[in-house]
Every structure is written in C-alpha cells, then in structure tokens.
C-alpha cells in the first residue's frame, strides 16, 4: 500500500500523524494509496521551511525565478499524458477533460514566466519640486494555498507559479480525495531545481487548513472550494491577519433566447452541464429557455443527454466518467430525491444508472428536471453533479431577473444572435465570468478568475494581473537629493 509523504524543506518526509485516509478510482473502486491527513507540527514545518528559503528566494533576480517556472514547464509539457492520467485515475473526468484542465493549468506557469515584466512598478519624477516618487513591488513572505477535488493538477497551478515568481514561498494543500496529480507535479518542480523550501506540500484535510489559517509565519492564503468553506477561511484567516482570496462554489445559470443558433447552442450547453460530470464551479445548472425557445431546447437537451456515454474516463468512446467518490454520489442523489419530493418533474433519471466492466464505480447518469421553482432545494442550491433544471421564462428580463436573485455569482451565459440582448444582459446580469455564446466562461490563465456575492470572498481574484497584486506589496518611496 503507497502511503504519500509530504514534500518540506525540498524531501519527502512522513507525516507524524496515525490518521490515513485512503485515495480510490472511483470509476473502477480500486485502491490509489493512502494520503495522510498531517497534522498542525507538519504544517510548522512546513512554514518554518517556506520562511527560511524566503530569505535567499526573494533576492534571486525575477528572471531567474522565472528560469526555474521555464523548466517547469518544460517538464510539465514532457510528462503531460502521465499527469493527465493520474488526474482520471483520481477524480474520474475523462482524458480529454483531464488534458484540457492540466493544459490550462500549464497556461497559468507560462504567464508567471514574464514576472520580470509583470512586477515591474511605475515611477513619477518631481511629485513636488525636486522630490520623486516610486512604486515598487515586492514579495511578501510565505503564502499557503487551499484547493478542491474537482481540478486536482489545475486549480494549484493557479497559485503557486505566481506565488513563487513574484518572490514569496508556497505551502500547498492538495484535496485529500486527489492528491495524487500535486505529488507527481512537486517531484518535477524538485526536478527543476527549485531551491530546498520554496515550495511545500502538506496533505491532509480540515485540520491542516484550520493549521493554516491560524499560523502566523504565514501572510496570505489563497482558496477555492465550496461556499461555506471559503467563507470560514476567509474569516478566519482574516482574523488571523492574513491576506485572502476564497473562491467557493455556484448555481450558474444559462439563459437561451429564441434567436439562438440552436444546433450549436445545445451542445455547448450539453458540454456545460454534464462536462466533469457536472463538477465544475462553471457548469451550467440551470437553463432558461426564453419565450418560444424552451419547447426545442428541452428535446434537443434531453436528445443529447441520452446520447452520452458513462463509464471509466480511460477507456475509448467514454464522455462522461464517474462522480469524484460515493460519498459525494450518495450527496448528488440526495438532491435528486429533495427535486422528486418536492414536485419537479423528473425528465430524464440517472440515479439507477451502472456501467457493467466497472460494479463499483460512482456511477450517477445525466439527469435533467423541469417545472422547477426558484424556492426549491435543486434550484437555490449547489448539486456538483450531472443535474440541470430546465426552465421557462417569458422574456429577458425575467431571466435576468432570475439569474440576480440567486445567492451564488460565478458565471452565466446567454445564447442569442442578438448583440443588444447580449450587452443587455452582461450589462445587467451582476455575476463575474459571463459567456455570450459560450457554455463554460472559463477565464485564461491572464484574465482574473473569479466570482462575487456567494461564489468570492475577497478583493483580487485568482490568475493574471490579480494574481500579481494579490502576491505582492506596493512599497511606495517619496525621495529627495539635495
Ligand atoms: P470543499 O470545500 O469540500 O474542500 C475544499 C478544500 O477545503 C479541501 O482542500 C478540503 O480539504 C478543505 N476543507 C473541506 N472541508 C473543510 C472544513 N470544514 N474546514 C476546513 N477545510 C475544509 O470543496 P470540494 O468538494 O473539494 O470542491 C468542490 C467545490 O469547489 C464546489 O463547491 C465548487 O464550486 C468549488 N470550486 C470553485 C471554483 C471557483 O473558481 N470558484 C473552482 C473549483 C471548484
């Protein structure tokens, strides 16, 4: 049985802890490993780790820095295939899916590659007669980053290259469910060189998080998980005096107008509800078909549904794979029987759905809901599986109406052949990333990336610039020469 270490001070060390929780396929049921849920003295060494090479580390020229991010992404490129199946081995997304995600992971590391540019500040001469003023950025200390199961190798690819570029130290906290994909990630950061304690990985679950929260060598923390997650370290960690950002979780929207390119639009919107097998903090959940465009867009939904194939994410013609665990099924089917009990109209039922090669796989077949008011359990709530509602609205207004009234703001988007309705609704429709013709409004890598109401706590959000600002001080010096 593989039990994971935990990467400190450039080695993987044993955890001091006796609690292991076992990693398994879910496709297949077969064991992974077991990962060590670590304990508080780790998450110490860690920071004591990360603190001492911060030292040396925000010294090193920006383009050096940056030199050990190139060869990590040269390493990353090299053994894409074999990250990219430990991802479906862990979590269960399909190869394709897997790649797509680490591809865009790998994205995040090639714009951290330009820190020197990005980090550069602004100088102003004779702020007042003789005297000048410049801004500088500067690294900050040690940041720690938190991260879900959904994108096991791609959401810590959202922190980590610009932590370390900018100059901080990184401590990571995979998801206990994959650790998997990180672990193989940090041996070839090892192997690009990175000095001994730049970069950390401590598994482990809520008390590694809470160890986290609460350290004072640590500045910053960086999460993504669900909601009432992100807002206990959000508040947490504020109160510990930390720097945050939390990205929690969603109940997006896709709205459809009459006018839409309806062939197209359906199976963008198909990818967007059952792609990752619905576990994606982008997928839509609840499609508003408007006016005369409900009564074709729910049997052409329900055609394309019927026409996906479940079963192991590894294995040829499969396009959607298992949900993360069967804890996390038993959750998905709770919901469903909370939208049978409460009256929804059940279209299509994936909750007897199996797949014969694979008997103990966390199988839930797509599942599609109608008649589904605003107040139910399924429609305010998030699912995190292949579940969509799919309702009416009389006009634009109502939809939008319906899409400002939810608790969550992550991402919407609109199909329409219409440029008025589209600037009419991204104008008014107050959520963060918004498609127009797009099902999954996945920002890249240089875009922020991020939500508001209950899908962020925070100011700055993940990638791009936002990911400089939030890694750095600005240091401002006012000088005189006389
Ligand atoms: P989760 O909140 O259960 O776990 C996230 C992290 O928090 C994990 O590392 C876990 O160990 C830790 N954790 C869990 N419970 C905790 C507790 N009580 N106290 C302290 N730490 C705890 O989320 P998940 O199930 O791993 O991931 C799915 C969620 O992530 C969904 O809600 C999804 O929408 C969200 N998500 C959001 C984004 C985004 O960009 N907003 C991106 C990906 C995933």
Redesign the pocket.
Known sequence: MKQLRNYIGGEWVRSATTEWQEITNPATGESLGQVPLSTRADVDSAVQAATHAFKTWRETPPVVRARYLFKLKFLLDQHFDEIAKIVTRENGKTLDEARGSLKRGIENVEYACGTPALMMGKTLEDVASGIDCEFVRQPMGVFAA??????PAM?PLWFLPYAVATGNTFVL?????VPLSQIRIFELAHEAGFPPGVLNLVNG??DV??AILEHPGITGVS????????K??YTTAAAHGKRVQA????KNHIVVMPDADFDRAVSVVSESIFGCTG???LAGSIIVGTGKAYKPLREKLLANAKAINVGYGLDEGVTMGPVVSHKHRERVLSYIEHGVGEGATMTLDGRKTTVDKYPSGAFVGPTIFEDVDPSMKIARE?I?GPVASVTHSETLDDAIEAVRMNPFA?AVSIFTTSGKSAREFRYRVGVSMIGVNIGVAAPMAFFP???TKG??FGDLK?NGTDGIEFYTDKKVVISRWT
């Open positions: 938190i991260t879900p199961f959904n994108f959401v906290k995979p998801s206990e469910q679950a809520r998080v809470n999460f993504v998980g669900s909601s009432p997650v992100a206990h370290v990205l929690g979780g969603a576990q994606r903090c998030e995190f992550n990336f991020g939500g899908s962020f993940a």
